[in-house]
């Protein structure tokens, strides 16, 4: 069996390492080289507890500031596996994986929407791993499309080197409430050494006025004492909302390019690398059970995690924080992890009862 994979991202490059494994002939199709032009804070955080690969220059994250007119300070418990971590690196060596299992990286060869024809004659299944803007999007439903387009959330960030060991372990979060988004500051290791920093705006929901971006995160910056000197800043927008039909004849779509990014805090790593791995299980077993399976669990978490948003959208964040802090959700304990099922649950179940 011949499977061609567009884009080596999270999700093309675990696809690709699983149906290598599985001894099919595999050929991952990049646009640039693997590990280039990433636009990520670098936040890895495995809400279904599955993933198990290594991290270079992980760095476990114990403590989320999270500020509006207040201030909390939420503890992670060491068994909440969040971390940062250097995604670059990351990549590189899932695709060095994906190579000694037998699978073709072809890098500089951009897939464009005129090909995929001629690639559904060539290959027996064609896995749409190439980010945000799917370059099969057209061979599925417009109006399921149109949605997908309409909840892409705008970002801008940059990533800082200079001294951030003062964060150690510590992410800090500033939120937004109208509309509701939020500032990130997410300390990095690189050579071992707390030096780096990706600094970031975010929003997560379009139903207000869409404030400047630029300008908002030029005042927090300021605020936060952050220079920028000659720093690139990266942008690029986050889905949200998925794509129904994650099928259409040999094409399937994974990750990003089906729309699976958190609805609360747009991450999406997570979710990318599991839709890789249970695509490559689906079609190893030739049963895509197992994949919608996995994509009925996604659906329920961001089922939840929208109840959620709504609530910050209708109350405000300080409501709803000050509340959850009152009931005991942000208490140091090992089985109150932050932002997972169960305390998303519990939280839920405090704040309206
Ligand atoms: C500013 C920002 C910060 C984020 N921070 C986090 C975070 O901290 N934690 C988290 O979990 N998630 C975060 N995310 C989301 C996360 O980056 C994505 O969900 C994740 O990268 C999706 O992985 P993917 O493999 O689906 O797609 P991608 O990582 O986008 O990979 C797609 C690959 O396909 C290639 N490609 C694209 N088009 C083509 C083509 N036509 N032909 C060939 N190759 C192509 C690209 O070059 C790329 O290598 C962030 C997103 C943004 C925008």
Redesign the pocket.
């Known amino acids: 069996m011949k499977i061609g994979i567009?884009?080596?991202?999270?999700?093309?490059l675990t696809a690709a390492i699983e149906l290598g494994k599985a001894n099919k002939q595999v050929y991952i199709?990049?646009?640039?080289r693997v590990g280039e032009?990433?636009?990520?804070?670098?936040?890895?955080?495995d809400y279904f507890s599955e993933i198990h690969v290594e991290l270079p220059e992980k760095l476990q994250i114990r403590k989320l500031i999270v500020q509006d007119d207040k201030n909390y300070e939420i503890p992670l418990p060491k068994t909440g596996k969040f971390y940062t971590f250097d995604r670059k690196k990351w990549q590189l060596n899932l695709a060095d994986k994906a190579i000694f299992h037998g699978v073709k990286v072809i890098e500089n060869?951009?897939?464009?929407k005129k090909d995929i024809n001629s690639l559904m004659k060539d290959f027996d299944y064609l896995i749409d791993?190439?980010?945000?803007?799917g370059?099969t999007h057209s061979f599925f439903p417009k109006e399921e499309v149109k949605i997908y387009r309409k909840y892409l959330m705008p970002?801008i960030?940059y990533k800082i080197k200079k001294d951030f060991s003062i964060y150690k372990d510590t992410i800090k979060v500033i939120l937004l409430n109208d509309p509701p988004g939020y500032f990130w500051l997410?300390p990095r290791k690189s050579n071992g050494f707390i030096n780096l920093a990706n600094v970031?705006l975010?929003l997560l929901s379009k139903k207000n006025q869409l404030p400047n971006l630029k300008s908002v995160f030029s005042q927090i910056l300021a605020k936060e004492n952050i220079q920028i000197t000659d720093e690139k800043i990266?942008s690029?927008?986050?889905p949200t909302k998925r794509i129904r039909h994650y099928k259409h004849k040999k094409i399937i779509l994974?990750?990003?390019?089906l729309g699976l990014?958190s609805p609360l805090h747009?991450?999406?790593?997570?979710t990318?690398y599991l839709s890789g791995f249970y695509i490559a299980k689906s079609i190893e077993k030739e049963d895509f059970i197992i994949y919608e399976k996995f994509l009925k669990s996604v659906d329920l978490r961001f089922f939840i995690e929208r109840v959620f948003l709504i609530l910050w959208e209708k109350f405000g964040s300080h409501r709803i924080l000050s509340r959850l802090k009152n009931k005991g959700l942000f208490k140091d304990s090992p089985d109150n992890i932050p932002l997972t099922k169960n305390w998303y649950i519990k939280a839920l179940l405090r704040l309206v009862t």
Request: aromatic share 8%; proline share 4%; glycine share 26%.
């Open positions: 567009i884009g080596a991202g999270p999700a093309g199709f990049e646009k640039g032009n990433i636009i990520c804070a670098e936040g890895f955080f060869t951009k897939i464009d791993a190439s980010g945000v803007k370059v970002t960030q997410f970031g975010g990266m690029g927008p986050i994974s990750g990003d390019a990014c747009g991450g999406g790593i997570d990318a």
